[in-house]
């Protein structure tokens, strides 16, 4: 089993920038997949961008050059660094993380953009 706990959502105004954290614990294999997801009011969750164990990355086409995550796998840690924050960014935002063939999600923190 393996728990998500996230942290750094909230309020900001667009154009501005937010950082999000999500620590894993638990029982965790390497070759492990982390990332985030979100879902906005009445729309399906999607995925916004997600790193392997071994570096290599990959992003939503409405997140990139926007958003950068990265991950500290001594601590089991991913960050997502949301720059130039839209209206459209407004969602809930989950971390996942695939580790030995289970997923596994966060309980989520609120990102809203709003003027």
């Known amino acids: 089993q393996v728990q998500l706990v996230e942290s750094g959502g909230g309020l900001v105004q667009p154009g501005g920038s937010l950082r999000l954290s999500c620590v894993a614990s638990?029982?965790?294999?390497?070759?492990?997949?982390m990332g985030w997801y979100r879902q906005a009011p009445g729309k399906s969750r999607e995925l916004v961008a997600a790193?392997?164990?071994?570096?290599?990355?990959n992003y939503s086409d409405s997140v990139k050059g926007r958003f950068t995550i990265s991950r500290d796998n001594a601590k089991n840690t991913v960050y997502l660094q949301m720059n130039s924050l839209k209206f459209e960014d407004t969602a809930v935002y989950y971390c996942t993380m695939r580790s030995g063939g289970l997923t596994y999600w966060g309980q989520g923190t609120q990102v809203t953009v709003s003027s």
């Open positions: 638990g029982n965790i294999f390497s070759g492990n997949v």
């Open positions: 790193m392997w164990s071994g570096g290599t990355t």
